[in-house]
């Protein structure tokens, strides 16, 4: 990520980061859009040549891999890479694909978490500053998201639209890691990132009693497809 580098140097090179916002736009477009042709396309030649066990799944895993990598390269978060990763191999591969994936994801996740966890520092809250401005960003955090997000499905009314914002209130692993590279980067300072943290698990923790009432009813209904819903 050039442009963060130097900004995080002090230093705003408005060249590079024009150059790397128009890579980054240009790349994240034409996964998007033409990923899932090119892995289903990938699947069908290559998997059926590979003289190894569940071999659907090891292209899934190079393509995350190789897009996660590419996606730094270009000057965006891996992260970047790896959700449109997700997005290129939904549709092409089998259903055994997403079954093994799920299996990496629960075995990788506890680490994601234990690394956030080891940077967070409790004692920068003992500073009332910095307690009164996580004050600010959390609620600020919550109601841009539930705004933002219910207004653009106000069309469609406003039961329809709560739901949509309380739904998007959670702000999880994309901020965790804009927070962890910032602060790997040193464009982020200690209370800066501790702050963000706790927004962002106090953002997980209420959305789902927010949840439960603004579908309150509707679940009742549809039973069956609450156990489906909870068993993944």
């Known amino acids: 990520m050039g442009g963060g580098s130097s900004i995080a140097n002090g230093t705003i090179n ?37 003289q190894t066990g569940e071999a659907e799944f090891a292209l899934a895993m190079v393509v995350l891999f190789g897009l996660a990598a590419l996606s730094e390269k270009v000057g965006v978060a891996a992260i970047i890479g790896a959700f449109l990763a997700g997005m290129a191999i939904a549709k092409p591969v089998p259903p055994r694909v997403h079954d093994l994936a799920h299996g990496v994801t629960e075995l990788l996740a506890p680490f994601f978490l234990a690394e956030i966890g080891m940077h967070f520092q409790l004692e920068v809250f003992k500073d009332t500053r910095v307690v009164i401005l996580a004050l600010i960003l959390i609620p600020v955090a919550i109601l841009s998201k539930f705004l933002g997000c219910g207004l653009g499905a106000f069309s469609h009314g406003r039961v329809i639209a709560t739901r949509v914002g309380v739904g998007m209130i959670p702000r999880g692993e994309f901020c965790m890691v804009v927070a962890q ?52």
């Open 14 to 50: 408005i060249g590079e980061i024009a150059l790397t916002t128009l890579f980054a736009a240009g790349f994240i477009v034409i996964v998007a859009r033409r990923g899932h042709h090119a892995v289903g396309a990938m699947t069908r030649r290559i998997g059926g040549q590979m």
């Open 181 to 232: 590279t910032g602060l790997a980067l040193g464009a982020l300072k200690a209370d800066t990132y501790a702050m963000i943290v706790l927004m962002a698990v106090v953002a997980a923790t209420i959305a789902p009693p927010l949840l439960q009432r603004a579908f309150r009813g509707v679940l009742r209904k549809d039973e069956p497809l609450l156990e489906v819903n909870t068993i993944w």
